[in-house]
C-alpha cells in the first residue's frame, strides 16, 4: 500500500470517530431535554453542593415525596368518618306483591265475619241462659234441699208460728230468725218441725215425714238462732207416728267468703205466706249497706213466713237470712241479716 493511500484512510478513520462522537453528543444531548422537560427545565439538573447528594434544586426530593404522602395517608386515616346520608344508600324498593296483599286482605275480612258470627253466637247463647239460668241454678244448688219450712208450736196458747230456715251443716245445725221460734207467750218451744218440699204428698195434702229440731241457743243482739235436727217423725203403715234417727246426710249453704257489695245479686228462698206456705225463689241485688254492717238492704220480695230463709248471691254461698221489710211511701225494701254478723264458730 503507498504512503498516500494510508494517510487517506487514516484521515476517514478520524472523520468517522469525530462523527461518531458529534452524535452521541447530540444524543445525550436530547436525552438531557427531555429529562429537563419532565423534571421542571434544564436549570433544574444542575447539581447544588448545598443541597446534598441526590436533591433537586427548587424543585421535591423522593424523600421528601414519600414524607409528604405519608402525612397524607396518617392525615387520611386521622379525618372522621363521614356521615354517609341515608338516601345515598337507599335502595330501589321491589315492585309490592299485589297477590300477598289480596290475600292479606281477604284473611282479615274473613276473621271479621267470624268475629261478628261469634259475637251473634254468644248473644243467643247468652239469652238463652238468661231465660233458663235462674231455674238452672236453683236446681244445682238444691236449694229446696237446703231451705225448710220452719213450725214452732206454743203449747201454752195453741197456736204455731211459721217461718223459713237454713241448713249449715250435714249433721242437721240450721240457722233461722229468733223471732220465728220464740214463742208469743215467751217460752222456748221443746222442737219445732223443719219440714222440706220433697216431703210433701199433694194425695193427702202433708208431709211423709217431718224433723224435729231444738233449739240450741240465740245470737246475742242478733235477731237470730241456731237449730239441730234431732230425729225424723213419720207414719207408718197403719197411721202410726213413729219416729227415727237420722240416717243421712243433708245438703247445707257454706257461707259466703267475702262481704256483699251494692248491686251484688240475691237470691232469696223461703216459705212465705204469700206462695201459700210453699217453697218460693225471689231475685234481686243489694240495694244498699248499712253502717253497723248487720243488715242490708234489697230489692228482692221477702214476705210474712220468709224469715230465717236464706240469701244466697250468684255463687250459690250464704250471705245472710231474710229478716223483715219496709214498705211505705210506695218504697218497697227487704233486708237482710248479713251472716258476717254473725259468730257461728
Keep these: 500500500m503507498s504512503k498516500k493511500l494510508f494517510i487517506t484512510l487514516i484521515i476517514i478513520v478520524l472523520a468517522a470517530m469525530g462523527l461518531t462522537?458529534?452524535?452521541?453528543?447530540?444524543?445525550?444531548?436530547?436525552?438531557?431535554?427531555?429529562?429537563?422537560?419532565?423534571f421542571g427545565g434544564a436549570s433544574d439538573l444542575k447539581s447544588d453542593s448545598s443541597a446534598g447528594a441526590g436533591s433537586l434544586k427548587?424543585?421535591?426530593?423522593?424523600?421528601?415525596?414519600?414524607a409528604a404522602l405519608k402525612k397524607?395517608?396518617?392525615?387520611?386515616?386521622?379525618?372522621?368518618?363521614?356521615?354517609?346520608?341515608?338516601?345515598?344508600?337507599?335502595?330501589?324498593s321491589p315492585a309490592p306483591d299485589l297477590s300477598a296483599q289480596n290475600e292479606l286482605e281477604s284473611a282479615k275480612q274473613n276473621i271479621s265475619s267470624l268475629q261478628e258470627q261469634l259475637k251473634e253466637l254468644q248473644s243467643k247463647t247468652s239469652q238463652a241462659v238468661s231465660s233458663n239460668g235462674d231455674a238452672n241454678l236453683i236446681q244445682s244448688w238444691q236449694a229446696s234441699e237446703k231451705v225448710a219450712q220452719v213450725a214452732c208450736q206454743d203449747n201454752y196458747l195453741g197456736s204455731w208460728q211459721l217461718g223459713s230456715g237454713v241448713l249449715i251443716s250435714e249433721d242437721g245445725k240450721m240457722l233461722t230468725n229468733q223471732h220465728v221460734v220464740q214463742l208469743s207467750s215467751g217460752l222456748t218451744p221443746s222442737y219445732c218441725l223443719v219440714l222440706f218440699s220433697k216431703d210433701y204428698d199433694n194425695a193427702s195434702q202433708g208431709y211423709k215425714r217431718e224433723?224435729?229440731?231444738?233449739?240450741?241457743?240465740?245470737?246475742?243482739?242478733?235477731?237470730?238462732?241456731?237449730?239441730?235436727?234431732?230425729?225424723?217423725?213419720?207414719?207408718?203403715?197403719?197411721?202410726?207416728?213413729?219416729?227415727?234417727?237420722?240416717?243421712?246426710?243433708?245438703q247445707f249453704f257454706r257461707p259466703a267468703s267475702g262481704a256483699s257489695q251494692v248491686g251484688d245479686t240475691v237470691?232469696?228462698?223461703?216459705?212465705?205466706?204469700?206462695?201459700?206456705?210453699?217453697?218460693?225463689?225471689?231475685?234481686?241485688?243489694?240495694?244498699?249497706?248499712?253502717?253497723?254492717?248487720?243488715?242490708?238492704?234489697?230489692?228482692?220480695?221477702?214476705?210474712?213466713?220468709?224469715?230465717?230463709?236464706?240469701?244466697?248471691?250468684?255463687?250459690?254461698?250464704?250471705?245472710?237470712l231474710p229478716t223483715y221489710k219496709y214498705a211505705g211511701g210506695g218504697d218497697y225494701r227487704g233486708y237482710i241479716l248479713d251472716i258476717h254478723s254473725l259468730n257461728l264458730n
Excluded: M
Excluded at 462522537?21 to 419532565?38: E, R
Excluded at 224469715?307 to 250459690?316: D, E, I, K, L
Design 72 to 92: 397524607e395517608i396518617e392525615e387520611l386515616k386521622n379525618r372522621p368518618a363521614q356521615t354517609v346520608s341515608k338516601t345515598d344508600l337507599t335502595l330501589a
Design 211 to 250: 224433723y224435729r229440731a231444738t233449739v240450741v241457743g240465740y245470737f246475742t243482739e242478733r235477731d237470730a238462732a241456731l237449730l239441730k235436727i234431732q230425729d225424723v217423725v213419720y207414719k207408718d203403715s197403719n197411721g202410726q207416728v213413729q219416729n227415727a234417727p237420722i240416717l243421712n246426710s243433708f
Design 267 to 320: 237470691y232469696v228462698f223461703g216459705f212465705p205466706e204469700s206462695a201459700n206456705f210453699n217453697f218460693s225463689a225471689t231475685r234481686g241485688i243489694v240495694s244498699n249497706l248499712s253502717s253497723s254492717d248487720v243488715y242490708f238492704g234489697t230489692d228482692a220480695q221477702i214476705d210474712r213466713g220468709n224469715s230465717g230463709g236464706a240469701a244466697v248471691n250468684a255463687a250459690g254461698q250464704l250471705i245472710g
Design 21 to 38: 462522537g458529534w452524535l452521541l453528543f447530540k444524543y445525550q444531548s436530547q436525552v438531557a431535554n427531555d429529562l429537563s422537560s419532565v
Design 58 to 66: 427548587n424543585g421535591t426530593t423522593t424523600e421528601e415525596e414519600i
